[in-house]
C-alpha cells in the first residue's frame, strides 16, 4: 500500500513539473518574442530611448522569469522524484527550505530589476518614492525570512 502511495506521489509531482516546465517554455518564448520586436525597435532607429529602456528591461524581466520557474521546477524533481546529478552546488536542493530560500534570492533580483525599469521610465510625482519603500520593506522581509528560519 505504501509503496502504491509512493509511487502515485512521484507521478503527482512529475506532473506538476512537467507543468511548471511548460509555463516557463512558455514564458521564455514570450520573452523572446518581445526581445525580436525590441531589436527591430533598436535596428530601425526608433527614438523613444525610454520605451526602449523599458521594452529591454521587461525582456530582460521575463527571461528572469522563466528562469525561476525551471529553477522551482528542478528543485521540485530534486525534493519529490530524484535527484538530478552534476549541478552546480548552489542548484542542489535537499530541503524545502534550500527551494524557498533559492526562490526568494531569484524574486528579490526580479524585483529589482522590475523596480529598476519604472526608475528609468519615471517621468513625475511622488509614488515613485512609495513604490520604492514597498519594493524596501517586501526586500527586508524576505531577507528577514531567509536569514531566521
Known amino acids: 500500500m505504501f509503496k502504491f502511495l509512493g509511487v502515485f506521489l512521484k507521478i503527482i509531482a ?3 513539473v512537467v507543468a511548471i516546465i ?15 520586436h525590441a531589436l527591430i525597435n533598436i535596428a530601425s532607429g526608433y527614438s523613444e530611448e525610454d520605451t526602449i529602456i ?5 525582456s530582460l524581466d521575463l527571461v528572469l522569469l522563466g528562469v525561476i520557474f525551471f529553477t522551482v521546477a ?7 522524484v530524484a535527484k538530478i546529478k552534476n549541478l552546480p552546488s ?3 536542493i535537499e530541503t524545502l527550505d ?6 526568494i534570492k531569484m524574486v528579490i533580483f526580479v524585483m529589482a530589476i522590475s523596480f529598476t525599469g519604472k526608475v528609468v521610465t519615471y517621468s513625475e510625482g511622488i509614488e ?7 519594493f524596501s520593506l ?9 536569514n531566521n528560519k
Open 90 to 92: 548552489w542548484l542542489v
Open 138 to 146: 517586501v526586500t527586508l522581509a524576505l531577507t528577514y525570512f531567509i
Open 128 to 134: 515613485i518614492l512609495y513604490l520604492g519603500a514597498g
Open 54 to 58: 523599458q521594452d529591454c528591461l521587461k
Open 98 to 103: 534550500d527551494l524557498k530560500s533559492l526562490l
Open 14 to 16: 512529475t506532473i506538476g
Open 74 to 80: 528542478m528543485g521540485l524533481f530534486e525534493l519529490y
Open 22 to 36: 511548460a509555463l516557463a517554455i512558455a514564458i521564455e518564448v514570450y520573452a523572446i518574442s518581445d526581445i525580436y
